[in-house]
């Protein structure tokens, strides 16, 4: 069965650099998304995509963010400059469509980021 | 505005007794509801979704879920518990309205007992 893909498993980070994650989703999925789980809380929204360009984000979201599809696999999303409270599981999902309840969401299997 | 609540943080079963998992849903809309499982350093796997067929839905491992409007429910249950089934559950309302926002329960911990 096809799947999210994501690298790095685990990313070790000092507190202003830049990190990168990397997301591979289903080929035919159109729609990319990106969660995040700080541990021990909630999994919260961070940004929705479709057709190259970001369709929902979250106050979370701000300009320290963002989101890109370079080449037409893989989706990405990068810190600029990491804080301590960037340090959480980062999900990448797709799906192949939106807004249909048919079409769930595929999670990978996730980046745990640490910001030292 | 919609929210989903997860009545439960940790939930302890013996092997072999029935499972269940609480989950209440606020919505103005008719929600598309979801169970995912994270299993210890897992990605979010689907569990089974409700879609307004069927309120009885069947899912994966056994489990199934049931999609009450009156009680605003959806419930995950499992009639008998495996050690394979210790992870943390999650339960997740997506809408038409704003269907990129997807809400997560804050999770229910199973824990199994031998």
């Known amino acids: 069965e096809p799947e999210v893909t994501q690298t790095p498993s685990h990313q070790v980070t000092q507190m202003g650099q830049e990190v990168i994650l990397r997301c591979v989703p289903i080929?035919?999925?159109?729609?990319f998304y990106w969660y995040r789980q700080i541990l021990g809380q909630k999994v919260e929204f961070l940004v929705s995509?479709?057709?190259?360009?970001?369709?929902?984000k979250s106050e979370i979201f701000d300009d320290q963010f963002s989101v890109e599809r370079p080449d037409g696999s893989n989706f990405t999303l990068k810190i600029r400059s990491t804080k301590l409270e960037d340090s959480a599981m980062y999900f990448c999902?797709?799906?192949?469509?939106?807004?249909?309840?048919?079409?769930?969401?595929?999670f990978g299997n996730g980046t745990r980021l640490t910001v030292t | 505005a919609q929210s989903v609540t997860q009545l439960d943080s940790h939930v302890s079963v013996s092997e072999g007794t029935p499972v269940l998992l609480r989950c209440n849903y606020s919505?103005?809309?008719?929600?598309?509801l979801f169970w995912y499982v994270q299993h210890p350093n897992k990605g979010l796997q689907l569990l089974l979704k409700y879609t307004s067929a069927a309120t009885l839905v069947k899912g994966i491992n056994g489990f199934e879920a049931e999609f009450k409007k009156s009680e605003t429910s959806f419930h995950l249950t499992k009639p008998s518990a495996h050690m394979s089934d210790a992870a943390e559950y999650f339960c997740v309302v997506s809408l038409y309205s704003s269907a990129s926002k997807i809400i997560f329960g804050s999770g229910t911990r199973l824990s199994i007992r031998p």
């Open positions: 919505s103005s809309y008719s929600p598309s």
């Open positions: 995509f479709y057709n190259n360009e970001i369709s929902e």
């Open positions: 080929s035919n999925h159109l729609y």
């Open positions: 999902a797709s799906s192949l469509r939106p807004r249909d309840g048919n079409s769930p969401l595929h």
